[in-house]
């Protein structure tokens, strides 16, 4: 856990994704594309870690498939459908900013 939390706390915001999966691109899109947030982004089908993380991860989000994890001010925030119900109730762009991963 203490070397996921670390990656977590790097950057305003982290994604803990998987390259091949769909959700994970669809979160990527809306922070990046959409809400012009610059992520720290871990690919971890690509990490020799990478198992270890998403075990970690799914531990902590109590979930079989706990990706994308996306982490906010150094915080756990969720997987897709958490994300998602923040940006659909207008309150993930002020967690955002908050953060200091946006500005306006």
């Not at 670390?6 to 809400?35: N, P, T």
């Not at 971890?44 to 989000?61: F, N, S, V, W």
């Amino acid at each position: 856990m203490d070397g996921v939390m670390a990656l977590a706390s790097q950057r305003a915001v982290v994604i803990f994704s998987d390259s091949s999966c769909c959700m994970c691109h669809s979160v990527k899109e809306l922070f990046i594309g959409q809400l012009g947030v610059n992520p720290a982004i871990y690919e971890l089908d690509e990490d020799p870690k990478g198992k270890e993380m998403e075990k970690t991860l799914a531990r902590m989000l109590q979930s079989s498939s706990p990706l994308p994890a996306v982490f906010i001010g150094g915080k756990l925030v969720g997987p897709t459908d958490r994300i998602m119900s923040l940006h659909l109730s207008g309150k993930l762009v002020p967690l955002l900013r908050d953060a200091g991963a946006i500005w306006l």
